[in-house]
């Protein structure tokens, strides 16, 4: 799932460490079932749209819900974000990373494409703005 998808899913827990904690834990689930859009390139001008539009959604959603400590959950995807800058991009082709949830690995389904991507990333964010009512 996207960062987005794990800040939408952690916002529902009401409090920054279950945040924290719930962090993990979806992303453990959703990352190893949910095969959304990773960019994959070393080119970094085709990561800008993707890059634009989740974090735009991600201060709309938090600026909405006013839950800014549901960033915790993305807080594996910051580590791994740190790691992926200091060993290289070829760890994140690879799939040689920190976590194992974040390892993309042959007997995922077909990753989706960018613009799948969005859209079942809006479904999510639209349910959960439902759930929280």
């Not at 994959?40 to 085709?46: E, R, S, V």
């Amino acid at each position: 799932m996207t960062p987005v998808g794990h800040i939408v899913i952690t916002s529902l827990t009401g409090s920054p460490l279950m945040s924290l904690l719930f962090g993990f834990t979806s992303h453990w689930v959703l990352d190893e079932t949910c095969s959304e859009y990773r960019p994959m390139t070393m080119n970094i001008k085709k990561w800008i749209p993707y890059l634009l539009w989740e974090v735009g959604i991600a201060v709309a959603f938090l600026w909405y819900t006013k839950c800014w400590w549901a960033i915790l959950g993305i807080l594996p995807d910051f580590v791994e974000f740190g790691y992926v800058a200091i060993k290289g991009m070829e760890v994140w082709q690879s799939g040689d990373l920190l976590f194992p949830f974040h390892r993309y690995h042959a007997n995922q389904p077909k990753m989706w494409s960018m613009k799948f991507t969005i859209f079942m990333e809006f479904i999510f964010v639209i349910f959960i703005l439902i759930l929280r009512r």
